[in-house]
């Protein structure tokens, strides 16, 4: 058998070349790719590494800050910020894995009512989606239970249900409705303040968002970093709730009185009020009416019986001069447009206590005989002669008693409100003497009172050298200019706290989130605007009228108390309409003045709108019950009448603090029967609207306040000193009372004027107007 050789195959040498440029060949492709990898590192890494990030998934979530309270100077809580959820569907992460489908919709409908067709649907339809907003707004008790089926640990947990979480957000909360809600202000639905504080203060009450970031990186590790919110600060107002309460109640009881009245609509086309510390220029309460509920802004509601204004935010002229305005009715609501409805929503928001302004009529009296006082125009024991009339500037310009007050002293003329011896008493000051101490008192210049919305009076005073001699006589009975009313009753206090000049606040102390107080708003006098002597006698003037014989305030009094202040009454453009605005500005306790109260009452919805009375009404019941509450002791005997009404507040105070208990809400209860029952805050008038404040001075100041409701009657004139009128005098008849009769209307008539007087009060209806400097 022949035997078989094994052979070997042997590179050959055409081989080994061939491997060998094969290999010079691949080691020169790596030397090509190194270099490129390195100009591409160098020239364009950055660019690369974007796009590799990009890639990468990422989560970015915003941290909402708490919007911080404000409270009043006891501790209530006037507004909260309310953390809330929105319910968020992640589409993606649901179709991710198809054990999530069915166990998520079914809790979701299960726990939260939801439709599950649409939800399908939308899962479907969008397949990427990771954000959809189901629900917004939710309570942590609305989706506790939920919450637990998604929390790891829990004994309801399900990993199954994904794709689901929740977003955090505040909402603003107002437990007391419409309290306060002038001074409170709102927000809007980005947390923006807008109205009162929290406009105003929107810088202090906002926070700093916080945020989340966070990205899954390749091997699905997650990178996360977070930064905290910063919550807003607190702020403690100046205001008091209790007071607050009392005076929104009477405002409400006013207009619950007088609406529809005469015409359709409220009490009043405004009403207002504030009460101030006088020492400190602390508000211890501001109100006015009509109002609004701070957790319902936009309701129409509260339109009804409001004067409708125009795009520019000014009333709507009626059928005549004499009406006082268009009033808002359902009709008119449904006809009107969202801009009209938006226009008009706008003026109710308004706070009429710091953003209207008005002619102030015979407030500004005390004002005037300090003025003298302090110049040394007049020492106060003059006496002037008063025939009912004085012409000036070729103007015939009337006191309100047209038949005369015959000898007034200066005392007197504060306490029956005699035009013709302010008149006098400025003949004596002087027009640049005048000017100057108008602007001492800060007429005509804000107060930079802490609150969003304050009108600037500025051009609505008359200058030195615009000031004839009748708009000399008329201002000093408080026509011609424009004021607002945190401006009065600011001077005010300074003309019976012993002539210093605080200015006004609405804020005391600012807290952070923690609770530490961060800035302590300390009491500021701005200037001295008359001596501890002058302000002596200014007190002593004003007592008289609510103590005097004959007082144009005692319908003011409160049961138990003596205070002093001065009535007003204030004819408004144009002249003759028989539309005006009655106020009284007060001061509690009369021998040691702690506490200013102001009440005006715009254009009441009466017949007559000419009588104090009805801001006197108001003065009484709100002061009855706040001096008790602020621990003054009373001074004067109580009658059985009174002493019935006050047992009667007292019966009330016990029933609704039963009540009060008696509620499981505390939201509810703070929104009670006193704070919230319905004042509003009108658009106010401004009765110089056009600027005619300096050209329109008006002549009447008739503070129709008498102890029976009445005005003062036309008496005919009787000579008399400080002492008073002897008891002959006292008997005559009033001269009007020879007058012929109408037979038409039962009133006697004016022979002279042709104006009608009342055969009971011996009021005047007509005949009395003001020059108009303008016309």
């Given at each position: 058998?022949?035997?078989?050789?094994?052979?070997?195959?042997?590179?050959?040498?055409?081989?080994?070349?061939?491997?060998?440029?094969l290999?010079?060949?691949?080691?020169?492709?790596?030397?090509?790719?190194?270099?490129?990898?390195?100009?591409?590192?160098?020239?364009?890494?950055?660019?690369?590494q974007?796009?590799?990030?990009?890639?990468q998934k990422?989560?970015?979530?915003t941290?909402?800050?708490?919007?911080?309270?404000?409270?009043?100077?006891?501790?209530?809580?006037f507004?909260?910020?309310?953390?809330?959820?929105?319910?968020?569907?992640?589409?993606?992460?649901?179709?991710?894995?198809?054990?999530?489908?069915?166990?998520?919709?079914?809790?979701?409908?299960?726990y939260?009512?939801?439709?599950?067709?649409?939800?399908?649907?939308?899962i479907?339809?969008?397949p990427?989606?990771?954000?959809?907003?189901?629900?917004?707004?939710?309570?942590?008790?609305?989706?506790?239970?939920?919450q637990?089926?998604?929390?790891?640990?829990?004994?309801?947990?399900?990993?199954?249900?994904?794709?689901?979480?929740?977003?955090?957000?505040?909402?603003?909360?107002?437990p007391n409705?419409?309290?306060?809600?002038?001074v409170?202000?709102?927000t809007?639905?980005?947390?923006a303040?807008?109205?009162?504080?929290e406009?105003?203060?929107?810088?202090?009450?906002?926070?700093?968002n916080?945020?989340?970031?966070?990205?899954?990186?390749?091997?699905?590790?997650?990178?996360?970093?977070?930064?905290?919110?910063?919550?807003?600060?607190?702020?403690?107002?100046?205001?008091?709730?209790?007071?607050?309460?009392?005076?929104?109640k009477?405002?409400?009881?006013?207009?619950?009185?007088?609406?529809?009245a005469?015409?359709?609509?409220?009490?009043?086309?405004?009403?207002?009020?504030?009460?101030?510390?006088i020492?400190?220029?602390?508000v211890?309460?501001?109100?006015?009416?009509?109002?609004?509920?701070?957790?319902?802004?936009?309701?129409?509601d509260?339109?009804?019986?409001?004067?409708?204004?125009?795009?520019?935010?000014?009333?709507?002229d009626?059928?005549?001069q004499?009406d006082?305005?268009?009033?808002?009715?359902?009709?008119?609501?449904?006809?009107?447009?969202?801009?009209?409805?938006?226009?008009?929503?706008?003026?109710?928001?308004?706070?009429?206590?710091?953003?209207?302004?008005?002619?102030?009529?015979?407030?500004?009296?005390?004002?005037?005989?300090?003025?003298?006082?302090?110049?040394?125009?007049?020492?106060?024991?003059?006496?002037?002669?008063?025939?009912g009339?004085?012409?000036?500037?070729?103007?015939?310009?009337h006191?309100?008693?047209?038949y005369?007050?015959?000898?007034?002293?200066?005392a007197?003329?504060i306490?029956?409100?005699?035009?013709?011896?302010?008149?006098?008493?400025?003949?004596?000051?002087?027009?640049?003497t005048?000017?100057?101490?108008?602007?001492e008192f800060?007429?005509?210049?804000?107060?930079?009172?802490?609150?969003a919305?304050?009108?600037?009076?500025?051009g609505?005073?008359?200058?030195?050298?615009?000031?004839?001699?009748a708009?000399?006589?008329?201002?000093?009975?408080?026509?011609?200019?424009?004021?607002?009313?945190?401006?009065?009753i600011t001077a005010?206090?300074?003309?019976?706290?012993?002539?210093?000049?605080?200015?006004?606040?609405m804020?005391k102390e600012i807290?952070?989130?923690?609770?530490?107080?961060?800035?302590?708003?300390?009491?500021?006098?701005?200037?001295?605007t008359?001596?501890?002597s002058?302000?002596?006698?200014?007190?002593?003037?004003?007592?008289?009228?609510?103590?005097?014989?004959?007082g144009?305030?005692?319908?003011a009094?409160?049961?138990?108390?003596m205070?002093g202040?001065?009535?007003?009454?204030?004819q408004?453009?144009?002249?003759?309409?028989?539309?005006?605005?009655?106020s009284?500005?007060?001061?509690?306790?009369a021998?040691?003045?702690?506490?200013?109260?102001y009440?005006?009452?715009?254009?009441?919805?009466?017949?007559?709108?000419?009588?104090?009375?009805?801001?006197?009404?108001?003065?009484?019941?709100?002061?009855?019950?706040?001096?008790?509450?602020?621990?003054?002791?009373?001074?004067?005997?109580?009658?059985?009448?009174?002493?019935?009404?006050?047992?009667?507040?007292?019966?009330?105070?016990?029933?609704?603090?039963?009540?009060?208990?008696a509620e499981?809400?505390?939201?509810e209860t703070a929104?009670?029967?006193?704070?919230a029952?319905?004042?509003?805050?009108?658009?106010?008038?401004?009765?110089?609207?056009?600027?005619?404040?300096?050209?329109?001075?008006?002549?009447?100041?008739?503070d129709?306040?008498?102890?029976?409701?009445?005005?003062?009657g036309?008496?005919?004139?009787?000579?008399?000193?400080?002492?008073?009128?002897?008891?002959?005098?006292?008997?005559?008849?009033?001269?009007?009372?020879?007058?012929?009769?109408d037979?038409?209307?039962?009133?006697?008539?004016?022979?002279?004027?042709?104006?009608?007087?009342?055969?009971?009060?011996?009021?005047?209806?007509?005949?009395?107007v003001?020059?108009d400097?303008?016309g």
């Amino acid at each position: 058998m022949s035997r078989k050789k094994n052979k070997t195959q042997k590179f050959t040498l055409g081989m080994k070349k061939k491997l060998a440029v094969l290999f010079a060949i691949v080691l020169a492709a790596f030397a090509c790719l190194s270099v490129r990898l390195f100009l591409i590192t160098r020239n364009n890494g950055e660019k690369y590494q974007k796009q590799v990030l990009s890639q990468q998934k990422y989560d970015s979530l915003t941290i909402p800050y708490r919007r911080g309270e404000i409270i009043d100077s006891t501790g209530t809580v006037f507004a909260y910020s309310e953390k809330v959820y929105n319910i968020i569907l992640d589409a993606k992460l649901i179709l991710s894995d198809e054990a999530f489908l069915e166990p998520t919709v079914t809790a979701l409908v299960t726990y939260f009512g939801f439709d599950e067709g649409e939800i399908r649907n939308y899962i479907s339809d969008h397949p990427t989606s990771q954000y959809y907003v189901l629900a917004k707004q939710l309570t942590y008790a609305d989706i506790s239970d939920f919450q637990a089926l998604i929390t790891y640990g829990t004994d309801t947990y399900d990993k199954n249900i994904q794709g689901v979480w929740f977003e955090e957000n505040y909402i603003r909360k107002y437990p007391n409705g419409r309290m306060a809600c002038d001074v409170i202000g709102f927000t809007t639905s980005d947390n923006a303040g807008i109205f009162g504080l929290e406009e105003y203060y929107n810088d202090e009450l906002c926070g700093t968002n916080g945020r989340t970031y966070g990205y899954l990186d390749e091997d699905s590790n997650l990178e996360r970093t977070t930064i905290p919110a910063t919550d807003g600060n607190t702020i403690v107002t100046t205001i008091d709730g209790n007071l607050q309460s009392i005076v929104e109640k009477y405002l409400y009881e006013y207009n619950e009185t007088n609406k529809n009245a005469i015409r359709e609509g409220n009490g009043a086309n405004n009403v207002g009020c504030i009460m101030m510390d006088i020492h400190n220029g602390n508000v211890l309460a501001m109100a006015s009416y009509p109002n609004f509920d701070l957790n319902d802004t936009k309701n129409t509601d509260n339109l009804l019986g409001m004067p409708r204004v125009n795009e520019n935010g000014l009333k709507m002229d009626g059928e005549s001069q004499l009406d006082s305005g268009v009033y808002i009715t359902q009709e008119m609501l449904e006809e009107m447009t969202d801009d009209e409805i938006l226009w008009n929503l706008n003026a109710l928001w308004r706070n009429f206590c710091i953003s209207d302004t008005y002619e102030p009529g015979s407030v500004a009296k005390p004002f005037t005989v300090a003025t003298g006082l302090e110049n040394g125009n007049i020492t106060g024991n003059e006496v002037y002669q008063c025939d009912g009339v004085m012409e000036i500037g070729g103007w015939p310009i009337h006191c309100h008693n047209r038949y005369g007050d015959g000898q007034v002293s200066v005392a007197r003329g504060i306490e029956i409100s005699c035009n013709v011896a302010m008149m006098k008493i400025g003949q004596a000051i002087g027009s640049e003497t005048f000017s100057k101490f108008q602007k001492e008192f800060g007429f005509g210049l804000k107060t930079n009172i802490d609150l969003a919305g304050e009108a600037r009076t500025e051009g609505l005073t008359v200058s030195a050298d615009d000031m004839g001699s009748a708009e000399l006589a008329t201002g000093t009975f408080g026509q011609g200019f424009n004021v607002d009313m945190i401006e009065m009753i600011t001077a005010f206090c300074s003309l019976i706290n012993g002539g210093n000049f605080y200015e006004p606040h609405m804020v005391k102390e600012i807290r952070n989130s923690s609770g530490a107080t961060i800035k302590s708003i300390e009491p500021r006098v701005l200037r001295q605007t008359v001596s501890e002597s002058t302000s002596d006698k200014i007190i002593e003037y004003c007592n008289l009228v609510v103590s005097g014989e004959e007082g144009t305030g005692k319908t003011a009094r409160p049961a138990g108390y003596m205070i002093g202040g001065k009535t007003g009454t204030a004819q408004t453009l144009p002249r003759g309409n028989g539309q005006y605005v009655v106020s009284f500005m007060g001061y509690a306790p009369a021998n040691d003045p702690q506490i200013a109260i102001y009440v005006v009452v715009d254009r009441p919805n009466t017949a007559r709108q000419d009588d104090a009375k009805f801001a006197t009404g108001i003065v009484r019941k709100v002061l009855t019950e706040a001096l008790p509450y602020l621990n003054f002791p009373m001074t004067e005997t109580v009658t059985e009448e009174e002493q019935a009404e006050l047992d009667a507040l007292r019966e009330q105070e016990i029933m609704m603090s039963a009540a009060a208990k008696a509620e499981v809400e505390p939201s509810e209860t703070a929104e009670g029967e006193e704070t919230a029952e319905g004042e509003e805050t009108t658009e106010g008038e401004a009765s110089a609207e056009e600027g005619e404040s300096a050209e329109t001075a008006e002549g009447e100041e008739g503070d129709n306040s008498s102890e029976e409701g009445s005005s003062d009657g036309i008496w005919e004139a009787i000579p008399e000193g400080e002492e008073g009128a002897t008891e002959e005098e006292e008997d005559k008849e009033p001269v009007w009372k020879s007058f012929e009769i109408d037979e038409e209307t039962g009133f006697y008539v004016d022979p002279d004027s042709g104006a009608l007087i009342d055969p009971e009060t011996g009021e005047v209806y007509g005949g009395d107007v003001l020059p108009d400097f303008g016309g």
